[in-house]
């Protein structure tokens, strides 16, 4: 059974564009509506259960929507406060659960394919440790998940989905559904908002509202920071650097060589002197302690020379000669 609620316009012969003629009145909607749901029916898939006809009950509540809040009926406002509350209340409000019960592994199949089981449901295609009778639920809603759970296990009704769907009862749809051809959108929507609130700040803070021809200028700067915002960045634009494995070492002597650092700078901080000699930071404070790595200061910065540098390099190779 499908509780179904609907806002049926009627627009002009060329589309939403178009208004409609005088004689298609709301009266005239009103009248045919029932008409429309008695002549509606579905034929479900061929199955062990048979096929059966859909079709839409008796029960029809047909109102009109006036624009006029004051008039007697039903106004926009009240529909429009009548579609909120749908929109926030959740899926446990109405008697179910608001998580899914199928396995993440085999999606409520309870197979992996043909010959194997699921290893983390053992084949119940439920969630470990879940079980159907055990549920938070009311009783009503029970049976209607295990409906869904019990026909999700038939192959002609794989494509519907209903395992992964079950606590949902097997709607896995969004909650508003229209017309593509409907000249309101969800884009107008979120764009009439942000103009809304935009307006509402600019009156808050006694600023003047704007238009498609104001030009606004901004008058006042603050200082935001420098450098990248994100750490990502700062990798792509600065990669680490490869080892040397071009053809120019050589031997000389039995030992391998390399060409000395070419330096682009005279002197380097100590983060820097790190990445160069592939030391960590107290390794490089204990040799400029020892006196092994030469260094300056400026202020309260220490600084190592690029000569240091060499001269470590070349002092080690002559103590592993």
Not at 11 to 18: H, K, N, T, V, W
Not at 259 to 288: N, Q
């Amino acid at each position: 059974m499908v509780h179904f609620h609907a806002i049926i316009r009627l627009d002009g012969a060329d589309g939403p564009d178009q208004s409609p003629p005088d004689w298609a009145d709301h009266h005239l909607l009103a009248r045919a509506v029932p008409v429309a749901a008695r002549s509606v029916k579905l034929l479900s898939p061929a199955s062990e259960l048979g096929r059966w006809t859909l079709a839409w009950g008796e029960q029809l509540d047909i109102r009109p929507i006036l624009l006029d809040p004051c008039a007697e009926g039903l106004s926009e406002r009240a529909v429009a406060g009548y579609i909120a509350k749908y929109a926030t209340k959740g899926a446990e409000a109405s008697g179910t659960i608001d998580h899914r019960l199928s396995c993440s592994a085999c999606r409520g199949r309870g197979r992996m394919s043909l010959m194997a089981a699921c290893g983390l449901c053992h084949g119940t295609g439920l969630k470990p440790g879940l079980h159907l009778e055990a549920l938070p639920v009311s009783e009503h809603a029970r049976r209607m998940i295990r409906t869904c759970w019990d026909l999700g296990a038939r192959p002609e009704y794989r494509a519907l989905r209903l395992r992964p769907w079950a606590h949902m009862l097997g709607f896995r749809g969004h909650f508003s559904s229209k017309s593509r051809a409907y000249s309101l959108t969800l884009g107008d929507l979120r764009t009439a908002r942000a103009r809304h609130r935009s307006d509402q700040a600019r009156q808050q803070h006694g600023l003047p509202p704007l238009d498609d021809a104001t030009t606004l200028v901004l008058g006042h700067w603050r200082f935001a920071g420098i450098g990248y915002t994100r750490r990502s960045d700062h990798r792509r634009a600065h990669p680490p650097a490869r080892p040397d494995r071009s053809p120019d070492r050589r031997r000389a002597g039995g030992v391998m060589t390399a060409p000395a650092l070419i330096h682009s700078r005279r002197l380097y901080r100590v983060c820097e002197a790190m990445r160069l000699l592939s030391l960590s930071r107290s390794v490089i404070y204990e040799l400029i302690r020892s006196g092994r790595l030469r260094s300056v200061t400026q202020g309260r910065t220490r600084l190592i020379p690029a000569s240091a540098i060499d001269d470590y390099i070349a002092l080690l190779e002559r103590e592993a000669s």
